[in-house]
């Protein structure tokens, strides 16, 4: 087992962009989103809520019995870092809960602008949702001043679900270690020592410890670079298709590189153009939430080629022409 770690914890640190503690936790990301409170919040987080998912970090936060606050936008904007700035000077806040892709709209969050702006106020945290993006998006945790980075690994990453990593600071563990009732099997003390011996918390998911060796393989051979420009590559051309046939949801300058969200202009049924997709070996979602019916989301992250892309956009065109 030591040995696994040890050999996925270089490669997971390179991803993440960070020299520092990298978490592993055999649970998804919702897991390590409730450890992030648990364990860094006492009281007042401020979190910052662009759809669905951000929306889920601030109830979570209260479901914890801690008293978040948000900055909210309608869906298919972003968060505006002045606004974030303005938040931080009004109010005490002990860390501040961004979701980096908001996997609901197909928006991305200005991170590094973002980060510019926590880290001009001492003593609160940056905490990032990086779950659809991490592996797929620039997450540079060290020159970001990130404190607190979590990721599934299904996404992006694109390895079966049921398994999430995590970059943790010195602030963060520091953090953790005045707050009360960090539980244990997220606690992120416990979770950094056991890291830090090169073992699993408790029984792991073995058989993910074993796919992510590979999986890391395959990520260093393509190089990150390359990786972020393929899926620069996949996101651009799924919008100019979106954008001739129906219109792009998230804001112009704003839209994710991994998903995009299609604002359905044209009315159409949305459930039965993926069940017609689904019948020619395409997969795409409906809107999350509120949004279904209303938009429509595809997919281009992890190991998905341009050249898949350009496979489904003509089973679309197909479909939408019968
Ligand atoms: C999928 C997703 C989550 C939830 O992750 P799980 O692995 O299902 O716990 C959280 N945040 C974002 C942005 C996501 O896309």
Known sequence: MTRIVQAILPGLRQIFGTQGTVLLSSSSAS????????????????HLVAGAFGDRWRKLAEECGREPDAI??????????????????RGRFE????????????????????????????????????????????????????????ASVQKALALPPGFSVCAVSERAL????????????????????ASAKAQPLATPSV???????AQLQVIQREGLERRYARHAQMGERVRGWAAERFGLFARKGHESNTVTCVANTRKIDVAGFIEKLKGRGFQISNGYSELKEKTFRIGHMGEHTLEGVEALLQAMDEVLAS
């Open 95 to 150: 860390a501040v809960c961004l979701t980096h892709n908001e996997t609901a709209t197909g928006v991305t969050n200005p991170l590094r602008e973002i980060a510019a702006v926590v880290r001009r106020h001492e003593g609160v945290l940056l905490m990032v949702d990086a779950v659809s993006s991490l592996g797929g998006i620039p997450v540079e945790v060290d020159a970001h001043g990130i404190d607190v980075c979590f």
């Open 72 to 89: 909210e936008v309608p869906p298919g904007e972003a968060i505006a870092p002045e606004a974030v700035d303005e938040a931080l000077r």
């Open 207 to 213: 058989s993910h410890l074993v796919a992510m060796e």
């Open 174 to 193: 520091q953090k953790a270690r005045s707050v009360k009732g960090r539980g244990y099997y997220f606690d992120f003390l416990h979770l950094a020592e």
């Open 31 to 46: 897991g390590l989103m409730e450890g992030s409170i648990r364990n860094c919040v006492a009281q007042r987080s401020l």
